[in-house]
């Protein structure tokens, strides 16, 4: 059974960075397509970034693009998200998810499997 935990989230203060990492348990990381998504108070689950299987494609929501990296380490069966120049809007839960069968990257039910969460927050 494939589980996802994702550690790392926390309080920090505007302009500050976070690194989210999602255990892969179950199966490798690289077989699967993989993303991060977040969900704030009162909205809608919504697509942050995702990774292709073998790391060569790289998708990021406008909102995070050349603020938040996603990776892979194989070695640890590990994906990472790295959030610099946090802002408020940043603050949800975020969750970490993978998909078998590639079909696109940004809806969260193409997702087959998905983490707890871990809360993010961010003070002004």
């Known amino acids: 059974q494939v589980q996802l935990v994702e550690s790392g989230g926390g309080l920090v203060q505007a302009g500050g960075s976070l690194r989210l990492s999602c255990a892969v348990s179950?199966?490798?990381?690289?077989?699967?397509?993989m993303a991060w998504f977040r969900q704030a108070p009162g909205k809608e689950r919504e697509f942050v970034a995702a990774?292709?299987?073998?790391?060569?494609?790289?998708y990021y929501a406008d909102s995070v693009k050349g603020r938040f990296t996603i990776a892979r380490d194989n070695a640890k069966n590990m994906v990472l998200l790295q959030m610099n120049s946090l802002k408020p809007e940043d603050t949800a839960v975020y969750y970490c998810?993978?998909?078998?069968?590639?079909?696109?990257?940004?809806?969260?039910?193409?997702?087959?499997?998905w983490g707890q969460g871990t809360q993010v927050t961010v003070s002004s």
């Open positions: 998810a993978g998909q078998r069968y590639y079909s696109t990257y940004d809806r969260k039910d193409v997702y087959d499997y």
């Open positions: 179950g199966r490798t990381v690289s077989s699967y397509t």
């Open positions: 990774i292709s299987r073998n790391s060569d494609r790289t």
